[in-house]
Every structure is written in structure tokens, then in C-alpha cells.
DNA sequence: GCAATACTCTTGATGCGTCATGGATATCCT
DNA sequence: AGGATATCCATGACGCATCAAGAGTATTGC
């Protein structure tokens, strides 16, 4: 029931391993670029951004975790670390004695400010500018249709 | 001196925010089945493809880590883990009394050899398919484009 | 009511990745 | 030759990610 060859082609291969390499080496770019003049990790970014993202820097922790599509129990260890450093806190739920809600911090929301510009910045430098618009586009709609391919299985 | 905008577009957000998420959930995927079908990790399977590569299964430690462009100290730690499982062994270096040679074990072909039709069946049923040849060149291409520019800075 | 079940979050163990540091050997320079 | 320097690899500490297990609280169904 296997028709296709087990092996990719010299031109997937090109394509797939020039995928896979970029897909590395951007993250571990971005990652430490954070890192290094903004003290964050791309893991404190992330939960930083979808907290600015609603109003009041509040979230459910189910919430947050189905918004950026993580594992609860990832984010339980991270906000834990964000705790310790007071860039969030834990606050309990009236409602569901169960839940609880991460707010940002004062000292959160500073953070994120002055991150995101730097971050875009390099976005823009190592990413966006060097593609264009058409091609950017492009990669766009190739991410869209693999993504749906993960979330069909 | 920066004119461009700080914030990127909506078309820009959409598809950088797809691209990162495919990103995440793409790798998230390929680990997990590695994982749950051939017991290796993503850093196993690279290190044991990488060593396949040559004839005798045998790569300096430097040399390893220059072809799949690993940190040296994160290679040495993966190597460790590695011996402890078997799929790989330490020899000295008769030449250079610093240096020291990788070396795949019988258990460690076995594995690889076990775990390549399978995650080459995955990647194919994931990634190549659903694009198809032009817009898997067309991925390759702008992946090199972005992988020149960080080479770049 | 209340027992069974489901939900929400936590915790501990283990592997991975990076940084800073260190020990050993080789090479270079005078 | 011998000291300075460079190269090669190992190690420890720390943060991150996943898995398995668990504690407390709500909900469901009888």
C-alpha cells in the first residue's frame, strides 16, 4: 500500500534539509538575540505577548495555554519561573476554586515594552526584508497548508 | 536613522505568525513521533544520520559538530548521553592526543537504520505531499534566501 | 446526597541546549 | 628549549520541554 519511494529525491532533499537548517538556526538566532539585549527568553516573550493581548494583562491559565497552544504543564513550570522573577504573578479564581489567573506585573509590562520593538526590528532585518512582500506572502500560504496537513494528522 | 515601521502589517503578522507556528508545531510533531515510534530523540537521529554519512560510521569530534553545525559543548553532552545508551562509543585519537573520535555501534545502525523509512514516511506525509514539487522548491529557495541572511548577521 | 467522574493546576524526574569554566595537549615565537 | 597562546574536549549550573503522577475542586448521574 506504499507506492512512493521511500527515499526523498536530490530535490526534496535540497529543499527539505534548506527547511529544516533555517528552521534551527533562526530560532536559536532570535532566541539569543532576546536573550542578549532584552533578557528574556523566547519563552518569556511568548507568554508576555499573548498577556498584553487582552486588556487587563489577566489570563486563565487554560486560556492562555489554548492561545498559544501549549501544554498545561509547560506553562504551569514557566509561569512558576516568571513568578520567581516578577515578571507575572498568580492570582486565585473566585469563580472555579480550582483555576487560577497569571497577571502581568508592572515590572512584566516594562519588560515586554522594551522588548518587542528590538524583537521586530530584528525581525524585519534577518526575515521580512530580505524576502519582499510576494515572497513573504508565499511563505505564508506553504506554512497555512502545512499547518492544516499537522492539525488533519 | 530607522525609517522603516516599527510594527509589522497585518499581512506581515499573518505570515510570521504562521510561519512560527508551523515552526513550533512541525518540530513539536517530528519529535514526539521519533520518539514514539524509534525511541530516539531529534538530537539522536542527527547525530546518528551525520555519522551514517561516512563510511565507517567514525567523525572526529570537531568534524561532527562543523557538519551539522552544533555548539561543540552540546555536542559533547549529547555524545555522553549517547554512550550511555549504547547507539554510539568514544575512541582516542592515536594523531591528536586532545582529540577523540565518535564512532556508531552496532546498536546504534540498527537504530538508524530501523528509524529512517519511518520518519522519511512522516516528513513525506506531512510536509512533501501536501506541497508538492513547486511549492517545496519554492520553500527551499526562500529558505536558503533567509539562511544566507543570517549568515550574514 | 453522594459516589463516580472530569476538570484545573502542580510537582518530580529526565533529557535537551547554552553559557562559563577548566584541563589537557599541540603549536608558535623568540 | 620554554613560555605564551591556541585548540580540543569535558563538566557543572541553569533554564526549558515533556511525561507521568497527583491533589484539590467542580460536575454528573443516580
Redesign the interface.
Known sequence: M?A?P???SP??Q???R??I???????A?LVRDLQANCKVSGADFEILVALTDTPDGRQRFQDLAKSI?WEQSRLSHQIARMCKRGLVAREECAEDGRGAFVVLTAAGRDTIESAA?HH??T?????????G?D??????R?????????DNG
Open positions: 506504499n512512493t521511500q527515499w526523498l530535490a526534496e535540497d529543499a527539505w534548506s527547511f537548517r533555517l528552521h534551527q538556526k533562526l530560532t538566532t497552544d520593538p521586530v526590528a525581525v524585519r532585518r534577518l526575515v521580512i526584508d530580505p524576502l512582500p515572497d513573504l506572502a508565499t511563505l505564508g506553504i506554512s497555512s497548508r502545512i499547518l492544516t496537513q499537522l
